[in-house]
């Protein structure tokens, strides 16, 4: 253990001790207290020792001679040598374990995951806003097109009643027209169907003798006809006067008398017709007449 000094010499006494000597004792024994602490930490050692004997030299107060007056600055403080701090060894980082690097790569999958649905979830929007716009845009396309489309009725509509109006103002000018001129133009118009219709009459009959004739003049009688029998014929002709069939509707009782017929209406084709289209089409079927006595 350490010696412990307790100083309880008189001379020491503030009462009886002037303040210089009580200043330089003081600083006496601030010395000896350093130094014995400086000379304990140079003889300290780790491993515990055990304390040899301690020699220690008293001094009386008569043997001590005056001291010097001490210096009143204070003394320097005693500088300690700077303590060199080590760096900090880097500690090495001990490798990922498996675990570890598989939730790092399912974190970073489903971070990519994430990213990738969210660029659709825009995408989507983006589509669905373009579709949106889209069917803004035709709607106003079919209300236009709706709007044209009354626009060429209410058009279609006021040129009808137009027409009507024109239609009703023709006809009460019709009817102001006097009755003697409508009677004059019905009797006009009668005079010409029916001189019209004699034309035609008179054309027909002219074709059909000139048709009657051409056939009768290649009829050859049979030897020993009896009496005047007579033979019908239906004969059907195209518009250029050719013979297509010959048909017997009544037989004059004699077979040989209805052949030669026959034959003289096929040696006629073709028969001659009307120049006039609308007349010659009233002789594609002729009901023709023959009797021996008419030659």
């Known amino acids: 253990m350490n010696p412990v000094f307790k100083l309880d010499a008189p001379w020491l006494s503030h009462s009886n001790t002037p303040k210089s000597l009580r200043i330089t004792a003081a600083a006496l024994a601030f010395g000896v207290h350093a130094l014995f602490v400086v000379l304990m930490l140079l003889s300290v050692n780790w491993k515990t020792q055990d304390a040899g004997p301690v020699a220690v030299e008293m001094w009386s107060p008569a043997e001590m001679a005056p001291l010097p007056q001490p210096d009143m600055q204070p003394p320097a403080p005693v500088q300690q040598a700077p ?42 929007l983006v589509q669905e806003k373009l579709a949106q716009e889209k069917l803004v845009q035709e709607k106003l396309v079919q209300e236009r ?17 137009a027409a009507e109006k024109r239609k009703v103002a023709l006809q009460k000018l019709m009817a102001q027209q006097t009755a003697s001129e409508l009677s004059s133009q019905s009797e006009r118009a009668l005079n010409s169907a029916n001189q019209f219709s004699r034309q035609q009459a008179g054309m027909m009959q002219e074709f059909k003798d000139k048709i009657k004739a051409k056939i009768r003049s290649r009829i050859i009688l049979p030897e020993g006809l009896q009496g005047n029998p007579e033979a019908i014929f239906i004969v059907t002709v195209l518009p250029s006067g050719e013979v297509v069939q010959v048909s017997l509707q009544h037989s004059s009782g004699q077979p040989v008398y209805d052949d030669a017929v026959r034959r003289a209406i096929l040696k006629a084709s073709p028969l001659p017709m009307p120049p006039d289209a609308v007349l010659a089409g009233q002789f594609r079927e002729l009901n023709l007449h023959f009797s021996p006595q008419d030659h």
């Open 145 to 161: 097109l709706a709007q044209q489309a009354q626009i060429r009725q209410a058009q279609l509509a006021q040129q009808k009643i």
């Open 83 to 124: 303590t060199t701090v080590p760096p900090p060894v880097p500690q090495a980082v001990p490798p990922a374990q498996p675990d570890i690097a598989l939730a790092q790569q399912r974190e970073q999958r489903d971070k990519l995951k994430r990213k990738a649905q969210e660029k659709l979830a825009q995408a989507k």
